[in-house]
C-alpha cells in the first residue's frame, strides 16, 4: 500500500524551529518528486515547497522562502521539511504528498499524507 | 503568489451538474496546461481528482471532468451524488516555478 506519514509536529514559540518528517513507503521514493502543502485551521490549502526526485532543485513559496529548508533522504525514504523563525500565521495542518513525476509542480499530487500539526503561540 | 479565485460555494442537487471555475492569469492558468483539482472532505486529506487541466487519475469517476479557456479552469460533476460533498480546490504551475492554489469551494448537495 501506498501510504505517507508526517510526524514531527507540535507546539512552538514565535521564532523557534520545528523538524518534520515524512516517511513513505509501498513506492519507489527516489523516483518521485515531493511536495509540504499546509491549511491553517479552518482555511484552504497553501503550497509551501517542493523538491526533485533526486533532492538537487527545490522550490519554495514566497511566504516561507529564507525560513523553511525542504530536503530528503532517498536511502531512508524521507523527506523532511525544516521550519525555522515561525510565526503564528505558520499555524496550519501540514501534509507531505508525492508528486506523479520526478520533476514537481505540473502533474498533480496523487499520494497525500494525513498531515501533522504545527502551532506556533507563546 | 495570489490565490487563485474560485466560488466559496456552489450547491446542486442529486442527478444535477455542477461546474467550479478558478480564474488566474496569463502567468499561472492561462500559460500553462498544469492545472490540476482536488477533493477534500471534512478532517480528511485532500484527493487528487484531475491533473494536466482533463485528467483523470485511475480510479476517479469519469463523473468528473476538466476544462480550460484562457485564464479560467473548470471542474464539472455529473450526476451529483450526496459523496460529492465536499471542498474542491484548484492548483496551477506558476510562472516563477512555483505552484499556487484556489481559495476553495465548498460543494453542497442538496
Known amino acids: 500500500e501506498v501510504q505517507l506519514l508526517e510526524s514531527g509536529g507540535g507546539l512552538v514559540q514565535p521564532g523557534g524551529s520545528l523538524r518534520l518528517s515524512c516517511a513513505a513507503s509501498?513506492?519507489?521514493?527516489?523516483?518521485?518528486?515531493m511536495s509540504w502543502v499546509r491549511q491553517a485551521p479552518g482555511k484552504g490549502l497553501e503550497w509551501v515547497s517542493a523538491?526533485?526526485?533526486?533532492?538537487?532543485?527545490?522550490y519554495y513559496a514566497d511566504s516561507v522562502k529564507g525560513r523553511f529548508t525542504i530536503s530528503r533522504d532517498n536511502s531512508k525514504n524521507t523527506l523532511y521539511l525544516q521550519l525555522n523563525s515561525l510565526r503564528a500565521e505558520d499555524t496550519a495542518v501540514y501534509y507531505c504528498?508525492?508528486?506523479?513525476?520526478?520533476?514537481?509542480?505540473?502533474?498533480?499530487?496523487?499520494?497525500w499524507g494525513q498531515g501533522t500539526t504545527v502551532t506556533v503561540s507563546s | 503568489q495570489s490565490a487563485l479565485t474560485q466560488p466559496a460555494s456552489v450547491s446542486g442537487s442529486p442527478g444535477q451538474s455542477i461546474t467550479i471555475s478558478c480564474t488566474g492569469t496569463?502567468?499561472?492558468?492561462?500559460?500553462?496546461?498544469?492545472v490540476s483539482w482536488y477533493q477534500q472532505h471534512p478532517g480528511k486529506a485532500p484527493k487528487l481528482m484531475i491533473f494536466?487541466?482533463?485528467n483523470r487519475p485511475s480510479g476517479v469517476s469519469n463523473r468528473f471532468s476538466g476544462s480550460k479557456s484562457g485564464n479560467t479552469a473548470s471542474l464539472t460533476i455529473s450526476g451529483l451524488q450526496a459523496e460529492d460533498e465536499a471542498d474542491y480546490y484548484c492548483?496551477?504551475?506558476?510562472?516563477?516555478?512555483?505552484?499556487?492554489f484556489g481559495g476553495g469551494t465548498k460543494l453542497t448537495v442538496l
Open positions: 509501498g513506492f519507489t521514493f527516489s523516483n518521485y518528486a
Open positions: 494536466e487541466v482533463n
Open positions: 492548483s496551477s504551475y506558476t510562472s516563477t516555478s512555483t505552484s499556487c
Open positions: 496569463s502567468s499561472d492558468v492561462g500559460g500553462y496546461n498544469y
Open positions: 504528498a508525492k508528486d506523479r513525476s520526478r520533476i514537481p509542480l505540473y502533474y498533480g499530487l496523487d499520494v
Open positions: 523538491i526533485s526526485a533526486s533532492g538537487a532543485t527545490t
